[in-house]
């Protein structure tokens, strides 16, 4: 073989001897098992028909594979095989087979089916280039997760994923993975409907794992308090009241929630599932029309049929001064219905599947239906996506309280 100006290499242009063939055959086996089994046959069959196509076993699995995939035309795998015994450079056989140069350099290890197709600019292939897997055993989750991520989200995201291939836990499809980060990332550019106008924080390239993560599921709880709540008013449980001129509302809507996490700096849109179950209610302690505090009001935990005040916030999670305390344990008082049997929703409250077709429906328009993302916004399947990047979240090692 020889390098190319391109800094690849060309195959072979002289012909090779038996005893040179024999003698490098044993290598050449170890790289045979390497490739995906459906293809294996094919791929070896192939590979016996000359030494300039065994040479791509080596040089460019990617290309043989692709030669020895059946749903790929008998003119251009002859054409290319033609080229390939003619001595073309690498480029040119790449080319012909509609792949990207780059990706000579993954080994057999990483292909499996169907090569994925990735965006063509120069800036893409210079870039993708530079964050090839360093280790050989992730480098199929690595293509997987980089054509997905490109396809759900776009060249830069892809990026971002590529140096991130440990983050895709084992046994979890890479789709599965990585949708509530791509519906995410793909709300800062292009916004998935309506819901881009709940992002807190805007994905973007130079964003951290952690940071990245977090504000992902931060994001995902607000689409799911918008999903469950949208049109309706919670029970509150207890009646609004003012104690020692300090006021306590019911926050029994989606739109007195998300103002009043904004306002307060905290993080009441975050409590779609609690809310939803049963398990607790909120409330915004008010002095005339300064909201100074917020309360959750949950059940007793050794008394689960008594409701008792579980948290009690200034701004920014500040600790309540002891007056906000004395006030809301009058207010407390006051009620005349402290016992509690909540019970838990287990199917999606009729009517909320139109809010979530209407949440995401341009980024479905402009990522091809977005197949990989729910149809229906059922209770199992908001805890899959819960779930899906919670476990992300464990595999990458990061901790915060979103994950719990």
Same mark, same amino acid.
């Given at each position: 073989?020889?390098?190319d100006k391109d800094g690849g290499y060309a195959i072979a242009r002289s012909g090779e001897s038996r005893s040179a063939t024999e003698r490098k055959a044993p290598g050449l086996e170890s790289h045979l098992r390497r490739f995906d089994p459906d293809f294996r046959r094919r791929v070896r069959a192939m590979s016996?028909?000359?030494?300039?196509?065994?040479?791509?076993?080596?040089?460019?699995?990617?290309?043989?594979?692709?030669?020895?995939?059946p749903d790929l035309s008998q003119h251009r795998r002859a054409n290319a095989l033609a080229a390939v015994n003619r001595g073309v450079p690498l480029k040119a056989v790449a080319e012909l087979l509609e792949l990207p140069v780059w990706l000579r350099r993954l080994p057999p290890d990483a292909?499996? $089916?169907?090569?994925?197709?990735?965006?063509?600019? &120069? @800036?893409?292939?210079?870039?993708? !280039?530079?964050?090839?897997?360093? *280790?050989?055993?992730?480098?199929?989750?690595?293509?997987?997760?980089?054509?997905?991520?490109?396809?759900?989200?776009?060249?830069?995201?892809?990026l971002w994923v590529a140096e991130r291939p440990e983050i895709i836990p084992a046994g979890l499809p890479v789709q599965n993975a990585l949708r509530v980060l791509?519906?995410?990332?793909?709300?800062?550019?292009?916004?998935?409907?309506?819901?881009?106008?709940?992002? $807190?924080?805007?994905?973007?390239?130079?964003?951290? &794992? @952690?940071?990245?993560?977090?504000? !992902?599921?931060?994001?995902?709880? *607000?689409?799911?308090?918008?999903?469950?709540?949208?049109?309706?008013r919670l029970d509150p449980w207890l009646r609004p009241a003012t104690v020692n001129g300090?006021?306590?509302?019911?926050?029994?809507?989606?739109?007195e929630l998300l103002l009043e996490a904004q306002l307060m700096n905290n993080c009441v849109d975050q409590y779609a599932t609690p809310l939803c179950t049963d398990r607790c209610r909120l409330f915004s302690v008010r002095r005339d029309s300064t909201r100074i505090a917020t309360v959750e009001v949950a059940r007793h935990p050794k008394e689960p049929a008594v409701l008792t005040i579980t948290q009690l916030k200034g701004p920014s999670n500040v600790p309540a001064p002891v007056t906000i305390w004395q006030a809301a344990y009058g207010w407390l008082a006051q009620q005349d219905q402290l016992m509690s049997a909540p019970s838990l929703y287990s199917t999606l409250p009729r009517g909320q599947s139109r809010v979530w077709?209407?949440?995401?429906?341009?980024?479905?328009?402009?990522?091809?239906?977005?197949?990989?993302?729910?149809?229906?916004?059922?209770?199992?399947?908001?805890?899959?996506?819960?779930?899906?990047l919670k476990q992300v979240a464990r595999e990458a090692s990061v901790v915060s309280w979103l994950f719990r």
């Open positions: 073989m020889t390098t016996r028909s000359s030494e300039r196509v065994a040479d791509l076993v080596k040089v460019f699995p990617a290309a043989i594979h692709r030669l020895a995939d292909f499996r $089916g169907d090569i994925p197709s990735f965006p063509a600019s &120069t @800036d893409f292939s210079r870039r993708i !280039a530079t964050r090839l897997p360093r *280790r050989r055993r992730v480098s199929r989750t690595w293509l997987e997760a980089t054509a997905f991520a490109v396809q759900a989200a776009g060249e830069d995201f892809a791509a519906l995410y990332a793909a709300a800062h550019r292009d916004g998935p409907g309506e819901a881009s106008r709940l992002l $807190g924080a805007r994905w973007r390239p130079e964003l951290g &794992t @952690d940071r990245a993560l977090c504000a !992902a599921m931060s994001w995902f709880n *607000r689409v799911r308090l918008v999903t469950l709540l949208k049109g309706r300090i006021r306590f509302e019911p926050l029994t809507t989606v739109e077709t209407n949440l995401f429906s341009t980024y479905r328009n402009r990522r091809g239906g977005a197949p990989w993302w729910p149809t229906s916004p059922s209770m199992q399947a908001l805890s899959a996506l819960d779930s899906e």
